[in-house]
T-cell receptor, first 115, second 112 residues
Framework: EAQVTQNPRYLITVTGKKLTVTCSQNMNHEYMSWYRQDPGLGLRQIYYSMNVEVTDKGDVPEGYKVSRKEKRNFPLILESPSPNQTSLYFC??????????????FGEGSRLTVL | KQEVTQIPAALSVPEGENLVLNCSFTDSAIYNLQWFRQDPGKGLTSLLLIQSSQREQTSGRLNASLDKSSGRSTLYIAASQPGDSATYLCAVVMEYGNKLVFGAGTILRVKS
């Protein structure tokens, strides 16, 4: 089954404790992206990757890092989480042609709470 | 900078009612517009995608329209059912971009 898998789905952590949210897709997609969703603001793009070893900032990259060492994986790293990073995070992937059509496959989301 | 606004923020209707969700965007240089459904604890599911050259798309009881020049789209849901209860998100892809710009969503509740 084609899917985008995020882990963990739920996490409560404390300020400053480094964490990684993993994202893996089994569709051999080149394009992957991370979004965060906050009440009243919709989804905002954090980082995206057009292919292996190619990453770029989205609209809200501050406080986040990403890496793309393999095509299937696109982890989101919070080096020193702060309470303002409490949010619902979504990973998405698509083949390169679908980038322009917006046909993204989304993971089920990771709800992060930073105390 | 593109801004996408959805009205209303929340809507509660009795089962069987026809309803309209609204989406507006500030920059008309879009490549397409997409409506998504979001269920609690689930990812986003694409409902309808309208290319910038199209006026509308239909899928079952759903009909989405696009007026690119005025920066508006509507999602029409006919004969609403409790199973339609979810958050509906509107998003645009810019002509120059490689990302979706989302609205904040409309939370829909259909009462039985």
């Amino acid at each position: 089954e084609a899917q985008v898998t995020q882990n963990p789905r739920y996490l409560i952590t404390v300020t400053g404790k480094k964490l990684t949210v993993t994202c893996s897709q089994n569709m051999n997609h080149e394009y992957m992206s991370w979004y965060r969703q906050d009440p009243g603001l919709g989804l905002r793009q954090i980082y995206y990757s057009m292919n292996v070893e190619v990453t770029d900032k989205g609209d809200v990259p501050e406080g986040y890092k990403v890496s793309r060492k393999e095509k299937r994986n696109f982890p989101l790293i919070l080096e020193s989480p702060s309470p303002n990073q409490t949010s619902l995070y979504f990973c998405a992937s698509s083949p390169p042609s679908a980038v322009w059509t917006g046909e993204l496959f989304f993971g089920e989301g990771s709800r992060l709470t930073v105390l | 900078k593109q801004e996408v606004t959805q009205i209303p923020a929340a809507l509660s209707v009795p089962e069987g009612e026809n309803l309209v969700l609204n989406c507006s965007f500030t920059d008309s240089a879009i490549y397409n517009l997409q409506w998504f459904r979001q269920d609690p604890g689930k990812g986003l599911t694409s409902l309808l995608l309208i290319q910038s050259s199209q006026r509308e798309q239909t899928s079952g009881r759903l009909n989405a329209s696009l007026d690119k020049s005025s920066g508006r789209s509507t999602l029409y849901i006919a004969a609403s059912q409790p199973g339609d209860s979810a958050t509906y998100l509107c998003a645009v892809v810019m002509e120059y971009g490689n990302k979706l710009v989302f609205g904040a969503g409309t939370i829909l509740r259909v009462k039985s």
